[in-house]
Each structure stands twice: as structure tokens, then as C-alpha cells.
């Protein structure tokens, strides 16, 4: 089982980023697929999570209303869309599995993270 995410980089504060999270190995849509982030000096935070089979989404209020997920069974892989970034985005974020299928079992697989800064 991997996990690999990917598309972060330096944006402007009120820009978009796109991440993306490639899984390996396993079929994605099986189980929940959340994205952390860890920003300097802060706890792990969960900003979005998916639960299997296409099923519903939940997000930290942080990032609500700005932060999409979704997948794309096709390439089974699951994306953060981000947009209205703020200078407190900035973080290393990361994609992990859990164990069951709503987020709630765990995360026992992580991919390597990949670095989101926000600043003009």
C-alpha cells in the first residue's frame, strides 16, 4: 500500500492550489482518504476526509466552504482542491488511508506530504 501526494508550492494569499494524492496498490475508493496538514509549531489537523464509495465528505471548519475533495476512481486518486488560501494554510499536507471506510478506524497508511506555503 502507497501513498503519494503531490502539488503544493508557494501561492499568493486569495489563490488556488490543487493536491493531488495517487494511490497504490489498493483501491482507494474502498476506503475513507483524508488530508492532514501540520503547520509549524500547531497539532496534525484533519481538513477533509471521504468516506468509500463515493460517499460524503466532511471537512474542518477551518477550511469549510474553501477546501474540496474528490476523487477520481479512474486514476484512484484523491484531490484537495483549495481555494481562498490564507497566510494560515501554510502547512506540510499529507493524504492517509484509514482503515474502514468513514474516517473513523484510524489512518494506518500515509503518504510522504507535500508543503503548501501561502505569502505574497
Known amino acids: 500500500v502507497q501513498l503519494q501526494a503531490s502539488g503544493g508550492g508557494l501561492v499568493q494569499p486569495g489563490g488556488s492550489l490543487r493536491l493531488s494524492c495517487v494511490a497504490s496498490?489498493?483501491?482507494?475508493?474502498?476506503?475513507?482518504i483524508g488530508w492532514f496538514r501540520r503547520a509549524p509549531g500547531k497539532e496534525r489537523e484533519r481538513v477533509a476526509c471521504?468516506?468509500?464509495?463515493?460517499?460524503?465528505?466532511s471537512y474542518a471548519d477551518s477550511v469549510k466552504g474553501r477546501f474540496t475533495i474528490s476523487r477520481d476512481n479512474s486514476k484512484n486518486t484523491v484531490d484537495l482542491q483549495m481555494n481562498s488560501l490564507k497566510s494560515e494554510d501554510t502547512a506540510v499536507y499529507y493524504c492517509?488511508?484509514?482503515?474502514?471506510?468513514?474516517?473513523?478506524?484510524?489512518?494506518?497508511?500515509w503518504g510522504q506530504g507535500t508543503l503548501v506555503t501561502v505569502s505574497s
Open positions: 496498490e489498493f483501491r482507494a475508493n474502498d476506503y475513507a
Open positions: 471521504v468516506s468509500r464509495n463515493n460517499g460524503p465528505t
Open positions: 492517509a488511508k484509514d482503515q474502514g471506510g468513514y474516517g473513523d478506524l484510524g489512518y494506518d497508511y
